[in-house]
């Protein structure tokens, strides 16, 4: 069976500090990969997608970067945090495009 | 006009009743519609998922798809407090870049004993 791993599971980082948060995938070859922000009583933002390696869209032009590295690897960065970088953040997979999303436990980042 | 809508709640039962959770939607372009139940501080886990207009069950959790009245429910029957959480609907369509997802904003239920 397939599942998904996203780490860590709460993050705290000052104000200007890089972010990567990891995301695998395992049990299922060549997924499309989400990221998704969470803010407190709001819905699902997108963020990034991507249907392969080195493949990346981008939804929202922020202080974010998406890359994937790997078929079953999915990193969130950021060289500068901002305050308004605070969420949870989601990593989510599906086989195809038919497919319904899966998601990881996510990430709960505070920026202080 | 977002859309899709769902009222954000908070919408509180007793255990055993039986829950509606409704979603409403504009872009009659949605083919696939999908209910998430999410508990604090998880990920959403997914309960349905459909395609067609008309019932889907599985268990105590029932989907019900109206497309000719942009409508979707997720009915609970016998609820209970482990169910308290909040439900996402979630719908597909298809343009140039694929199939694309819109969430609505969750209902957060709670059922007390």
């Known amino acids: 069976s397939q599942t998904i791993h996203q780490w860590p599971a709460t993050l705290v980082q000052p104000v200007g500090s890089p972010l990567s948060l990891e995301c695998t995938v395992e049990?299922?070859?060549?997924?499309?990969l989400y990221w998704y922000r969470q803010a407190a009583g709001r819905g699902l933002q997108l963020l990034f997608y991507?249907?392969?390696?080195?493949?990346i869209s981008s939804e929202v032009p922020q202080n974010l970067s998406a890359s994937r590295p790997q078929d079953r690897q999915f990193i969130l960065s950021s060289k500068k945090l901002l305050l308004s970088d605070s969420g949870f953040y989601l990593c989510?997979?599906?086989?195809?495009?038919?497919?319904?999303?899966?998601f990881g436990n996510g990430t709960r980042l505070t920026v202080t | 006009q977002k859309e899709v809508e769902q009222d954000p709640g908070p919408l509180s039962v007793p255990e055993g009743a039986i829950v509606s959770l409704n979603c409403t939607y504009s872009?009659?372009?949605?083919?696939?519609f999908m209910w998430y139940r999410q508990y604090s501080r998880k990920g959403p886990e997914l309960l349905m998922y459909?395609?067609?207009?008309g019932n889907k069950e599985d268990g105590r959790f029932t989907a019900q798809v109206d497309k000719s009245s942009k409508y979707i429910s997720l009915f609970i029957r016998d609820s209970q407090p482990s169910d308290s959480a909040t439900y996402l609907c979630?719908?597909?369509?298809?343009?140039?870049?694929?199939?694309?997802?819109?969430f609505g904003g969750g209902t957060r239920l709670m059922v007390k004993p």
């Open positions: 049990g299922t070859s060549n997924p499309n």
């Open positions: 989510a997979w599906r086989g195809s495009d038919y497919s319904p999303l899966h």
């Open positions: 979630a719908m597909s369509w298809r343009n140039n870049a694929g199939n694309m997802l819109t």
């Open positions: 459909t395609y067609s207009s």
């Open positions: 991507s249907v392969g390696i080195g493949q």
């Open positions: 872009n009659s372009a949605f083919q696939y």
